[in-house]
T-cell receptor, first 116, second 109 residues
Framework: GAVVSQHPSWVICKSGTSVKIECRSLDFQATTMFWYRQFPKQSLMLMATSNEGSKATYEQGVEKDKFLINHASLTLSTLTVTSAHPEDSSFYIC????????????FGQGTRLTVV | DAKTTQPPSMDCAEGRAANLPCNHSTISGNEYVYWYRQIHSQGPQYIIHGLKNNETNEMASLIITEDRKSSTLILPHATLRDTAVYYCIVRSGNTPLVFGKGTRLSVIA
């Protein structure tokens, strides 16, 4: 299957700082990328959907000013957690797919964020 | 909200077939059934998907009932590396994948 790469795999940051997570589709062009987060022992929760060249669509309850998403090219989307707090500590996962209907989405390996 | 129901956990002996059920009684005509799995602390891995016909690939087989209200994912010869949480998801078109709680499969030596 197609490869989606996230960077970094893990990051520790101080409370109040910002952290950027990158998501790249390595061997295909991703017209749409999705960002999820997962708290311990819970399932993945969709945060937002981003289409290349347009603003992201955020799920209800997700603060768009706190979680900045940029999808500037067909192979790269970034998620910036601004002014991070300990409650933002979570496993963040991106997903990407091509524009075809009813095609599978591929996931990155995830980024473990710990805010201290 | 997830539109599927799965048992929370299952055990399977190594080398035996693992049969993971999923109920999706409210599935719409244009919705596909997708299966993903998540090994601890990794991103989900795509397994297989189908609309109404049974599907098979190198990883698994997907059996969908004729009324499409349920399906079964079959891992023909489970190994310890198949221990993971398995998610059954129904989705149409380009909508995002919405994850439920999945089934935690434990393969036992």
């Amino acid at each position: 299957g197609a490869v989606v790469s996230q960077h970094p795999s893990w990051v520790i940051c101080k409370s109040g700082t910002s952290v950027k997570i990158e998501c790249r589709s390595l061997d295909f062009q991703a017209t749409t990328m999705f960002w999820y987060r997962q708290f311990p022992k819970q399932s993945l929760m969709l945060m937002a959907t981003s289409n290349e060249g347009s603003k992201a669509t955020y799920e209800q309850g997700v603060e768009k000013d706190k979680f900045l998403i940029n999808h500037a090219s067909l192979t790269l989307s970034t998620l910036t957690v601004t002014s991070a707090h300990p409650e933002d500590s979570s496993f963040y996962i991106c997903s990407a797919r091509t524009g075809g209907l009813n095609t599978e989405a591929f996931f990155g390996q995830g980024t473990r964020l710990t805010v201290v | 909200d997830a539109k599927t129901t799965q048992p929370p956990s299952m055990d399977c002996a190594e080398g035996r077939a693992a049969n993971l059920p999923c109920n999706h009684s409210t599935i719409s005509g244009n919705e596909y059934v997708y299966w993903y799995r998540q090994i601890h602390s990794q991103g989900p891995q795509y397994i297989i998907h189908g609309l109404k016909n049974n599907e098979t690939n190198e990883m698994a087989s997907l059996i969908i009932t004729e009324d499409r209200k349920s399906s079964t994912l079959i891992l023909p010869h489970a190994t310890l590396r198949d221990t993971a949480v398995y998610y059954c998801i129904v989705r149409s078109g380009n909508t995002p994948l919405v994850f439920g709680k999945g089934t935690r499969l434990s393969v036992i030596a």
